[in-house]
């Protein structure tokens, strides 16, 4: 891979990026192109092109989520629990909705426990499994966060309405053929 492509990975987050006069990931595909591997250069392209999306987005996130003190895979615990109806689910349902290992859970929840967002407690049907409940201040910091991702995140993607929608839906493409649903 060209030198330039490779700054996309190991530029920190923290730092304000460089802006590079060619688009790093056009610059492999061209490269992919020219060692013979047209076939795979567009497949490579999206990939990349995927993975740098993620990092970027999830730095958004991160700054946002950071004075809330929870990361995003607690906070979509925390939004799990807030669309429950009983505001309570099992650990093993939380982590089939959020397609996470069941190890992932236990220590998002075991955070959210001890900052006092949750608590959990023996399924009164299984005593091996777990109940995982919100508390008040678990749904008043979800309602706080959420707030802010909309207005700093959700609500300003950089893309227009349309193609978040084909953007959305091409994903879910890619999602359902690998079998996420």
Do not use: C
Not at 19 to 35: N, S
């Amino acid at each position: 891979m060209d030198v330039n492509a490779s700054l996309i990975y190991s530029r920190s987050m923290t730092e304000a990026p460089a802006r590079l006069a060619a688009d790093p990931i056009g610059v492999a595909r061209d490269q992919w192109v020219d060692r013979g591997w047209a076939d795979a250069a567009p497949g490579m392209a999206a990939v990349t092109s995927i993975m740098r999306a993620q990092q970027i987005v999830s730095a958004r996130v991160d700054a946002v989520l950071k004075p809330f003190g929870v990361t995003f895979a607690r906070y979509e615990v925390l939004m799990l629990l807030t669309f429950s109806r009983r505001g309570s689910l099992p650990m093993k349902l939380i982590a089939s909705r959020l397609q996470v290992h069941p190890t992932s859970v236990t220590n998002a929840v075991d955070r959210l426990v001890q900052a006092g967002l949750v608590t959990r407690t023996t399924h009164p049907d299984d005593r091996r499994a777990f109940i995982v409940a919100l508390t008040p201040e678990g749904r008043s910091l979800a309602q706080e966060a959420t707030a802010a991702l909309n207005e700093q995140v959700f609500g300003r993607p950089e893309l227009d309405r349309d193609d978040l929608e084909s953007l959305v839906s091409i994903i879910a493409r890619m999602r359902s053929a690998a079998g996420d649903f």
